[in-house]
């Protein structure tokens, strides 16, 4: 995909933050899925400069412009014209950032009472000035949340320091302290408990602020006093690694599973869903209603995929809540129940099924091996989980049904899996080919165009806290559509350590 990063010049601007702020936000080296240019934005030939960039048509554009509607570089101003131009647009909206404290205070209390600094010498953690020498003695934090669909994710937060002088306190021999602050990752023995209650801070900050919407999220600055009392400083309009002049990006993702490629994905895939999708989905359900009475006797005399499902599952620990994505039949529920009986397992597994096909999410309720079933895809069932379960989800599978992601849906998805689940994740990959693509276009039925995704599978990589407990590789089916396409299958099981310190937080937002 390509991709323009709109970035505010600072060129002929005496902005107070220039030297801090006029660091590029590299954003091309950040992942080689997609191509991304940045286009530095002027104040005074910002639409010329926008409508060049827009001539050339891009896929997707970033505005990362942060300018306020009074200052020398471009903003809100330009923003607002960009937003007039309905592009397919990511990043600040012009209602960003609120730089009223009062109306954001007013605002905080409406979602939990969340403390918002008032005072007119407020700390900022991105380079001004303060003359409040009473916040030396207190603690500091910055916590970055990623806006993923209609949820959000806080990150784990990290704590802020001096400049070079990361695990210390902000010193108080002066009355005035310049402070562009260095962070640094939290001691593996703090405390979990506070970091909990800044990640829930900075999730009612993100609702309290204009954030939600932006497709992105944002960066909260936070103080905690002596008194234990977490006051919020600052709701940045962008999270922390595109945010100019801030030298901690890794800190800020470096536990998000699948890294900076899958955040830019998780990002696309904020701003596809805002779009209906349905039509699409409907189609493909469609297809699947049709072959719902024939499916599992196909699959059982033409096909290895029930027998690829019950060697990933069999001797693996399925106790608990466990969310079946593209449940399809129910072929996993049928190889869990076949395994248990095998190994004499009295565990009980609560399994929910979620697909797009009416006539094969009835099959599979009559199964009897499932709890509930539900029509959601998978870009939006385990954002909607609460709706469906309201406590842990143990186990997540998904067996021959992601080929109909695209990439960054892959990564939206597949996030998404490693945020929420607490023991397992099993995933089948099928290495579809184009000639099979080719004979499903031919037949004009170019919207069930299927992705080999192991590559991207490889590429996400084994996220921080889990290990993969199984991979392996087998023939799969023969197209019934081209006739000589054979398809394999790889089988992906990841296990959560034990006792691994969360370093994420889900946040559901209200539907």
Known sequence: MRICAFQSSYEDSDFTLRDIDASNVELDNLTPQHTIKSVFVHKTTAEEEINAAVAEGYDLYINLMRGTSDGQIAGIEETRYLESLALRTIGIK????????????????????????EAENLLSLGGEET????????????????????????????????????????????????LQPSLHSPEQN??????????SVAVEAFHASSSKGNRM???????????????????KPLPAPFLPGRSSQDLAAKDFPGGYPALINIFISNQTLCHPIREVIGKVADVYDKL????????????????????SIDGFDFSGTCFDLACGTGVFGRALAKSKTTRGDTSVSRIMGFDISPGMAEVCRKSGHYDLVHLDPM???????????DGDIDHIVCFSGCHFLSEEEFSFVLALCFILAKKSI??????????????????????????????NM???????GWRLARHHRQFSWTSPTTQNDDIYTNYFRFEKIEDYKETTMLAKFEL
């Open 190 to 199: 703090s405390t979990s408990k506070l970091f909990e209650r800044l990640q």
């Open 292 to 311: 719902v009475v024939k499916y599992d006797t196909w699959g059982a005399s033409h096909s290895e995929m029930q027998a690829g499902t019950y060697k």
């Open 426 to 455: 099993t995933f089948s990959v099928d290495e579809i080919t184009d000639t099979y693509n080719e004979a499903i276009a031919k037949r004009g039925m170019s919207f069930a165009h299927s992705i080999n995704h192991i590559a």
């Open 458 to 464: 490889k590429a996400f990589g084994v996220p921080k």
């Open 379 to 389: 870009q939006t069932c385990l954002i909607n989980h609460r709706l469906y379960h």
């Open 217 to 235: 999220g944002c960066d909260v600055d936070i103080r905690v006093q002596a008194n234990e009392e977490i006051v919020v400083l600052e709701v």
């Open 131 to 178: 003359k409040d020498k009473d916040c030396f003695k207190d603690d500091f934090y910055t916590v970055t949340v990623i806006e993923i669909g209609d949820g959000c994710v806080a990150l784990n937060p990290c704590v802020c320091g001096p400049p070079n002088a990361p695990n210390q306190k902000f010193p108080a021999s002066e009355s005035t302290v310049s």
């Open 94 to 117: 012009t209602q960003q950032p609120k730089t009223l404290k009062k109306e954001f205070a007013a605002s905080g209390c409406r979602y939990g009472g969340i403390t918002v600094s």
